[in-house]
């Protein structure tokens, strides 16, 4: 079955510096990989995907993650946090067999001024 | 765009009584919706994958005759809690697919549901 990993629990960084939020997978066959962000008492918002091409994918708010078969990892970076990057954010994949998504369980991204 | 509504946006009910969420596409139309359910903390768990005009496959653990799910048009589709307990307060998440082979989920902005 499919999964997805996140290490950390929560990611402090101050604002300015770069930021990356790890996401490691097991799937069989082609991963495809989501990033999501959530904001308190709200739904998740799509950030970018990996389907094919391309290691490096770049999203909204300025953010990429690259993708890495041979660590199978998908790590979201962003090269100069904002404070407003404060948020919780859950990796996600969705093997080609299935219709479902399944969730990490979330890194919590601090920014501090 | 791909926008996902869901209504209520928070919802107190009595236990032992029904309450009815529901989640529309805005849009577009979707073939297929999915329900989860977040504790606080925690990841999203896959509760129901539901296809427009058929019955809702759920996931293992989930009970459908307690989590109702009705998904009776390609932009509309609804969950209900039966008989609800204390134990199933919490935030109710819908998201939607434009189509079979669309990859990407739009996520309603959820419910919370607490029960007293």
């Known amino acids: 079955a499919q999964s997805v990993a996140q290490p950390e629990d929560q990611v402090n960084v101050a604002e300015g510096n770069p930021l990356t939020v790890k996401c490691t997978y097991s799937v069989s066959g082609n991963p495809y990989l989501f990033w999501y962000v959530q904001y308190p008492n709200r739904g998740l918002q799509f950030l970018l995907k990996y389907i094919t091409g391309d290691n490096l994918v770049k999203g909204s708010y300025g953010f990429e993650a690259e993708f890495n078969k041979s660590q199978t990892s998908f790590h979201l970076k962003k090269p100069s946090a904002l404070v407003s990057d404060s948020a919780l954010y859950f990796c996600?994949?969705?093997?080609?067999?299935?219709?479902?998504?399944?969730f990490g369980t979330g890194t919590r991204l601090l920014v501090s001024p | 765009g791909a926008v996902v509504s869901q209504h209520p946006s928070w919802v107190i009910c009595k236990s032992g009584t029904s309450v009815k969420i529901e989640c529309r596409s805005l849009d577009f139309q979707a073939t297929t919706m999915f329900w989860y359910r977040q504790f606080p903390k925690q990841s999203l768990m896959l509760m129901a994958t539901s296809n427009e005009g058929s019955k809702a496959t759920y996931e293992q653990g989930v009970e459908k005759d307690k989590f109702l799910i009705n998904h009776a048009s390609l932009t509309l589709s609804t969950l209900t809690v039966t008989s609800a307990h204390p134990e199933d307060s919490s935030f109710y998440i819908c998201?939607?697919?434009?189509?079979?082979?669309?990859?990407?989920?739009?996520f309603g902005p959820g419910t919370r549901l607490t029960v007293t």
């Open positions: 998201s939607a697919r434009k189509g079979q082979l669309s990859y990407e989920q739009y």
């Open positions: 996600a994949v969705r093997d080609t067999g299935f219709q479902k998504l399944v």
